[in-house]
């Protein structure tokens, strides 16, 4: 380890601020320092890591590819010196925090419940929840910006734990009032018939979706619209013009009441995981501890208690 030219975090700080407010000047102004200042510290990094990392190209300020390989350390650095802070605080007031990341669909229709319930039965303890894509919550995890995550894929890293939370399926549904609306049974040749609005690609059940239709010989449904929200998408179906594929979960209560419609697809049963994850350094931590009891205990609306790994 070379401790020598360790580089300094407000110089880290001011690299940011350079990049994400667009100039010398605006980065002083929100650091409370005169430009001078700020162009030391950023000549100052540059000799700690013995590189340009910024030139001028048309009168602004660019990264080169060093600097754009140090910005992504100084803002990792830096997101770890917020959570610090944070857990800090948590600490000095006696309570025990837990930070927890999930998927969209989860936050959407899993969480609330989840966080209410968790409120009654550990008041001492405190949950910092956030939504994000998948992949971005299993970087979240190995690089130790969340203690523990409820995912839609299975996270691939060596330093993360997981264990099957619930079982779920996606679905093939439409409103009762579309054509399709009174049918039980789809032929697999019908899917490329029928228009659709669907979660993003970036959106866990979406590649989860296209990977078992490729396998299955269809590259791509006739999409009319990619919306970013499930209960979005809930609201555009029961204009009765599209038909979607969603989380079992996310919609078995609508299905219930009637205002959607379930459409089988022969020979296709598209069933998923849902995941509990997080890092072996957080093995110990006892609000994650009584939050994993407590959603393993019992089974949620639309989804089947997975068996643990």
Known sequence: ????????????????????????????????????????????LERCFDAELMVRDGGRLRLTAAGERVYAFARLVMDHQTELVNDLRQLQAGRDRLRLAVTQSIGEHLLPELLLAFADAYPNYRIDSRVGYSRSIHTRLATGLADLALTEIQPDHPDVL???????????????????????????????????????????MRITLDRTLHDIGIDELPLALEVGSTDAIVEILERGRHVSFLPRFAVQGAIDAGQLHLIRVEGLRIMRTLWIARTRANLDNPAAEAFIAMIRRGPLPGAQPGSAE
Do not use: F
């Open 162 to 204: 997981v264990q099957r939370w619930l079982d779920d399926e996606l679905v093939l549904v439409c409103s009762p009032r579309h054509p399709q609306g009174t049918r039980e049974m789809l032929a697999v040749a019908e899917l490329t018939q029928l228009k659709y609005v669907l979660r993003e690609r970036e959106s866990s």
């Open 1 to 44: 380890m070379e401790y020598k030219n360790l580089p300094d975090l407000k110089a880290l700080a001011t690299l940011r601020e350079i990049v994400e407010r667009g100039g010398l000047s605006e980065a002083g102004r929100a650091m409370h320092v005169g430009q001078p200042a700020v162009t030391k510290r950023l000549r100052a």
